[in-house]
C-alpha cells in the first residue's frame, strides 16, 4: 500500500487534514476540492502558509472536515463494494 498510504485514509476518517507532496496515489486521495488536505511542492514555504492557514480559520477548516469525513465515506463504500464483489466471485 506505498501508493495508497493508509495514513491518509485514517487521517481523512478522523477529519484530520493532510498535507502531502503529491506522490503516488495521494493526488487522487486528497483532491484540491474543498477538504482540509492539500498536496503541496516541495517547497516548506508552501508547507507554513497552509499551516498558518488552516490555524487561523477555525470555521473555515471544521467545514473542510466535514468534507474528508464525507470523503473517506465514499472510500468505505467503494471497499465494501468490492468485498461483496469478492465474496460473490468466491462463491
Known amino acids: 500500500a506505498e501508493g495508497m498510504p493508509l495514513v491518509v485514509l485514517e487521517a481523512l476518517s478522523q477529519g484530520v487534514p493532510v498535507v502531502s507532496t503529491d506522490v503516488g496515489c495521494v493526488g487522487e486521495m486528497i483532491p484540491e476540492s474543498g477538504g482540509s488536505g492539500k498536496n503541496v511542492g516541495k517547497s516548506d514555504k508552501h508547507l507554513s502558509r497552509l499551516v498558518l492557514e488552516r490555524l487561523t480559520r477555525p470555521q473555515s477548516f471544521r467545514d473542510?472536515?466535514?468534507?474528508?469525513t464525507e470523503r473517506f465515506r465514499q472510500y468505505a463504500r467503494f471497499v465494501n463494494s468490492y468485498a461483496v464483489c469478492y465474496k460473490s466471485a468466491k462463491r
Open 64 to 68: 473542510m472536515q466535514k468534507i474528508d
